[in-house]
């Protein structure tokens, strides 16, 4: 939810009313666009019953201390992520020092470009009391925004994202760091100024669930008989075995059971390395193909982003790119990177939606082989090849104990039979190849990780706002100045 609270110049005027008929028309303007653009909308001047009073004389914007100290009481007890404070002309600036002070959210100011109104005055003169006054974080780090509804709209996304991720848990079924990626570890407390919470747990919860699940056999053939009607298995009597694919599916439903246990979960990751790949004999490949995808054996159900390894950085970038978009997010290794291309293939599956892009998940089945595995005891990988589109990329890192979120807008590469012939290790791997926004070198120097998350469309202003609202530098890759914060090169 966003909150849109228009104020006015308290002092009466001999263009009071035409003043207060163009806020009443701009602030519903406003509102509207947002919830044109799906948004639900908290309209504080109507919570202060001000549509009224014009008729009376009264001002319809926000004009005196005492409302704007219960706009700011009504904002902080909506649940908004987010005020909107509407600055079409002029008002007091201590008004929405009082509305900050009591509502505690994010805060962008707003005009628009009609040059009747001094709503560029108003922008400067609040903005700079809010610096002055710092009276909390959000005064201090507030937007500005002028004339561009679009850009409301990346920031409302930027904040709701933002919320949301700060309300929920990250739930990770074995802890880092796998195969000994100190870059999969992290400092879990001073990330819950991104996200709620960390529910980690044992994978063991997942074996012994998951070993239920076979001896009482009727869910893992139901769900065997939907897999193997709606993709391509191709078994081959050793990695893949109809045994094998049967242990696979009780690993992910024991994981769905887990999840249904822990409310308000945004994201997972499964370690999977070694503990289920080698020691209990599979790997886990169908819990980051079928979570963050809208459709398994047992109907419609939500997409929850998954990633492997228990990558905190990498579960958290994807959580976020799925609030931003509200597609799923796809997660994988940097597996190749040359002067042109950045091929990226998780080790085993990534989200099915990648198969083919489709809104309908059936044609993404279709188009995905299930086939034995390059590595662990057994398991089967889920193979498919990303259609062309255009990605927004994303990764958290840390260097040096400083955040930095790196970023950068891709167009898709086909993978054509000539990068299809160079494929050997991890061909079984779901694929997806992008250009590459910088030289190889560069590529590499930038890199605080070995994985990345993406999902179609750009979001780039949207992260942008989110690294400010978080406090960390957002760095393009497409901008050889922005890498040099990174690489300091």
Known sequence: MIAVATFTDPRPTALSIEREKALVEKHSALITELRKAGFEVLDVNRELGKYGVLEGGGNFGIDSMEESIKAGKLVAGSGAGGVIAGLWHWTESNLVTAMVREAKRPLLLYADDDPAWAGTTCVTSVGASLWESAVNDYALNHTRLKGDVEMVKAWARAVEAVDELSKRSILLWGAPYTLGMEHLMDDLPRLK???????????????????????????????????????????????????????????????????????????????????????????????????????????????????????????????????????????????????????????????????????????????????????????????????????????????????????????????????????????????????????????????????LSLVPGDYREELRFVARLWGVKAVNLAERSEVRLITGE
């Open 193 to 451: 100024r991104f996200v709620g919470d960390f529910i980690m747990l044992d994978q063991y919860v997942l074996v012994k669930k998951a070993e239920e699940l076979l001896k009482e056999g009727s869910r893992v053939e139901g769900f065997y008989r939907w897999l193997t009607s709606k993709s391509r298995v191709v078994f081959d009597g050793k990695m893949l075995t109809p045994e094998v694919l049967k242990k696979q599916i009780a690993l992910y439903l024991a994981s769905k059971e887990s999840f249904k246990e822990h409310r308000s979960v945004s994201a997972v990751s499964i370690k999977c390395q070694p503990e289920l790949s080698e020691v209990y004999g599979v790997t886990a490949c169908l819990i980051p193909a079928l979570f963050p995808f809208n459709l398994d054996a047992e109907g419609e159900k939500d997409i929850i982003p998954a990633t492997c390894e228990g990558d905190v950085k990498g579960t958290i970038s994807s959580a976020l790119l799925f609030y931003l978009s509200g597609k799923p997010p796809l997660f994988g290794d940097i597996k190749y990177v040359d002067d042109e291309m950045v091929m990226i293939a998780n080790c085993g599956a990534s989200s099915l939606y990648y198969a083919r892009l489709s809104e309908n998940p059936e044609e993404n089945l279709r188009a995905t082989t299930v086939q034995g595995q390059c590595q662990g005891a057994s398991g089967g990988a889920l193979t498919y090849r990303t259609p062309k589109a255009t990605f927004t990329v994303a990764r958290l890192v840390r260097k040096g104990g400083e955040y930095f979120l790196l970023y950068f807008l891709a167009e898709g590469v086909e993978i054509t039979e000539e990068i299809e012939s160079k494929l050997k290790w991890g061909k079984q791997w779901p694929h997806t190849a992008i250009r590459n926004p910088l030289d190889k070198e560069s590529f590499i120097s930038a890199m605080g990780a070995n994985h």
